[in-house]
């Protein structure tokens, strides 16, 4: 068995230093250093990070309440559906430069991925939604996505927004 070179940790301004953390993403780096803690007192998302060994934060993602109008996912709509689509969203999901490549994104998304299948048994959710960001970097992305069973929402509409359902999320986990 690997030693596990990280803890997941729900997101604490006290304990969490995020001045060192770049992921390459200027938006998403000021986002995660100047927006996430209004944002979580505003109870608008919840943020959880990876922590290296010294402490440091080596990742994180954030999900928050979403839901879907049925129009814009095909995919995940039934043809009874005439009411907004519970879900959760992955509002973001980051790793520091340093790290990248090392199988820590996997983990973020595996871990994101059982908070929605929790979340799902207390408020009901369909899915968990995510948007692509579209830089250089999106083909990289959107594969990554996919290997995880992602798959678009709506593909006639916007092929970068994926979902992937909680009752995949647990079929997932269970096997």
């Given at each position: 068995?690997?030693?596990?070179?990280?803890?997941?940790?729900?997101?604490?301004?006290?304990?969490?230093?995020?001045?060192?953390?770049?992921?390459?993403?200027?938006?998403?780096?000021?986002?995660?250093?100047?927006?996430?803690?209004d944002?979580?007192?505003?109870?608008?998302?919840?943020?959880?990070?990876?922590?290296?060994?010294?402490?440091?934060?080596?990742?994180?993602?954030?999900?928050?309440?979403?839901?879907?109008e049925?129009?814009?996912?095909?995919?995940?709509a039934?043809q009874?559906?005439?009411?907004?689509?519970p879900a959760?969203?992955?509002?973001?999901l980051?790793?520091?430069?340093?790290?990248?490549?090392?199988?820590?994104?996997?983990?973020?998304m595996?871990?994101?991925?059982?908070?929605?299948?929790?979340?799902?048994?207390?408020?009901?959710?369909?899915?968990?939604?995510?948007?692509?960001?579209?830089?250089?970097?999106?083909?990289?992305?959107?594969?990554?996505?996919?290997?995880?069973?992602?798959a678009?929402i709506?593909?006639?509409?916007n092929?970068?927004?994926?979902?992937?359902?909680?009752?995949?999320?647990?079929?997932?986990?269970?096997?």
């Amino acid at each position: 068995m690997t030693e596990q070179k990280f803890r997941m940790e729900k997101f604490d301004k006290a304990s969490h230093d995020r001045g060192a953390f770049s992921c390459g993403v200027a938006g998403m780096d000021r986002w995660f250093k100047e927006s996430i803690t209004d944002q979580i007192k505003a109870n608008r998302i919840r943020v959880w990070c990876a922590v290296g060994k010294s402490g440091q934060v080596v990742g994180f993602y954030a999900l928050s309440a979403h839901s879907v109008e049925p129009s814009t996912a095909s995919e995940l709509a039934t043809q009874r559906d005439r009411h907004p689509i519970p879900a959760v969203y992955l509002s973001a999901l980051a790793t520091d430069q340093f790290v990248q490549g090392q199988g820590l994104g996997s983990a973020l998304m595996a871990d994101a991925m059982l908070k929605a299948l929790e979340i799902s048994k207390v408020i009901g959710a369909a899915a968990i939604i995510l948007d692509v960001l579209e830089d250089e970097m999106f083909e990289q992305r959107m594969k990554f996505y996919l290997s995880l069973r992602f798959a678009p929402i709506d593909p006639s509409g916007n092929p970068k927004r994926l979902f992937l359902s909680i009752k995949e999320i647990a079929k997932i986990i269970k096997d």
